[in-house]
Structures are given as C-alpha cells and as structure tokens.
C-alpha cells in the first residue's frame, strides 16, 4: 500500500469545484513544504501540476491549486471541465532516508 | 525541451536482473538536476525506485535498496537502471524523470512515456 493517503475516487459536474486530499504522517507531509501533485491521462505520462504545496508550474492553469494543513495536503480543481477527468497523484519529501513518497492516486470523473 | 526515452527488455523470467536504460535529449546531465526511475504497477499508484545526481552519487528507497542499482553514462547522456532477483511484484512500467534541481528537492518534471516491464515464467 501506498504512504500516502488518497480518496480512491471523486467527481464533479463541469463548472464545479473538487477537492483530492492526500494524508502522511509527520515525517512527510507534516515535515516538509514539498508536496506536488501529478495529473495522468490514461496511458500518459505523469504531468506536474502542483509544487512546493502551492506553486503552479508554467503553464499549469490557476483552476488548479493546492494547500496544506498539518499532515493533510489537498488539491484543489475549480471549473471542472472535460479534460480534468484523469488520476491524480500527490508527492511528498520523506526525509533523507526514505527520500519520496507517493499516494495511491484519486481517480477523477467529469460528470 | 528535454526529452526522456526507456529502452529494455520487456519480459524477463523470476530471479532474472532487470536492466534498462534511459536516454536524454535537449539537457545534459552532467549540467545538474538529479535523474530519477519511478514504476508503476499495472492498475496502481507511483513508487519511487531511486536517483542519480550527476556526480555519480545515488539514492534509493530503503525497500529496494538492497536490489537496486543506478548508474550514470555522462559521455552517452544516459542512465541506467539495474535490479536483480526480480520477481512477479516488480512487474510495472519503468519511468525514468528529471528533478531536484540544485537542491534534490524540486519536483518531478520531465518524464519518459515509461516501458513495461513483465515478470513472468
């Protein structure tokens, strides 16, 4: 199982907003300003949406956000539309030993 | 841009060592940034395998380690990955990713599409 935990699955309706959690522990999430999240289309590649807990990379539209509270990050998608539909992965740094770790993933459906 | 590409055997047999290799284009390694491999089992979520710093140094995550080994071919601009005694668990697609920065804590940013690896008898 995964370090990370994730819902299984959301949804939402075009236009509307949802939110993916992803809960650690103390020793990533809560330790560390390093939380990203990754979109993935089926068959693609991992695209990076979401780093250092807030921060879009270029490109990235700002209906995508992302915050932290204790050892629960969360990701937020506003204005649903078609294309958001895909999984979703969050990141943390876990420290020097066991360095990165990921979440199960959260499987999006655009109603 | 840069560009990440996997190349290996698709199927290998339990107990067999896994050996792929990943080919980048559009940054040389040897200006920075850490080098990844990530699977991913069929239907599940990412696991971390380990990193290569340009250097030479590496990282790997402590449930792999003992199996796992990754190299670094500045000259060719590639890296490699070895695992040995593999086995039906490790059946997953190969990434191999760009991160770290200058730091080794910035995020995963450029990806390969990934190969399938299948363990199988």
């Known amino acids: 199982q995964s370090a990370l935990t994730q819902p299984r699955s959301v949804s939402g309706s075009p236009g509307q907003s949802v939110t993916i959690s992803c809960t650690g522990t103390?020793?990533?999430?809560?330790?560390?300003?390093?939380v990203s999240w990754y979109q993935q289309h089926p068959g693609k590649a991992p695209k990076l949406m979401i780093y250092d807990v807030s921060k879009r990379p270029s490109g990235v539209p700002d209906r995508f956000s992302g915050s932290k509270s204790g050892n629960t990050a969360s990701l937020t998608i506003s204005g649903l539309q078609a294309d958001d539909e895909a999984d979703y992965y969050c990141?943390?740094?876990?420290?020097?030993?066991?360095?990165?770790?990921f979440g199960g993933g959260t499987k999006l459906t655009v109603l | 841009q840069v560009q990440l590409q996997e190349s290996g055997p698709g199927l290998l047999k339990p107990s067999e060592t896994l050996s792929l290799t990943c080919v980048v284009s559009?940054?040389?390694?040897?200006?920075?940034?850490?080098w990844a491999w990530i699977r991913q089992p069929p239907g599940k979520g990412l696991e971390y395998i380990g990193s290569?710093?340009?250097?030479?140094?590496?990282y790997y995550t402590p449930s792999l380690q003992s199996r796992v080994t990754i190299s670094v071919d500045t000259s060719k601009n590639q890296f490699s990955l070895k695992m040995s005694s593999v086995n039906a668990a490790d059946t997953a697609v190969y990434s191999c990713?760009?991160?770290?920065?200058?730091?080794?804590?910035?995020?995963?940013?450029?990806w390969g599409q990934g190969t399938l690896v299948t363990v199988s008898s």
């Open positions: 990141c943390s740094y876990a420290g020097t030993n066991t360095l990165w770790v």
């Open positions: 990713v760009r991160h770290g920065g200058s730091s080794g804590l910035d995020p995963f940013d450029y």
């Open positions: 559009g940054y040389s390694i040897s200006s920075g940034y850490y």
């Open positions: 103390s020793s990533d999430i809560g330790g560390y300003h390093y």
């Open positions: 290569i710093y340009h250097s030479g140094t590496t």
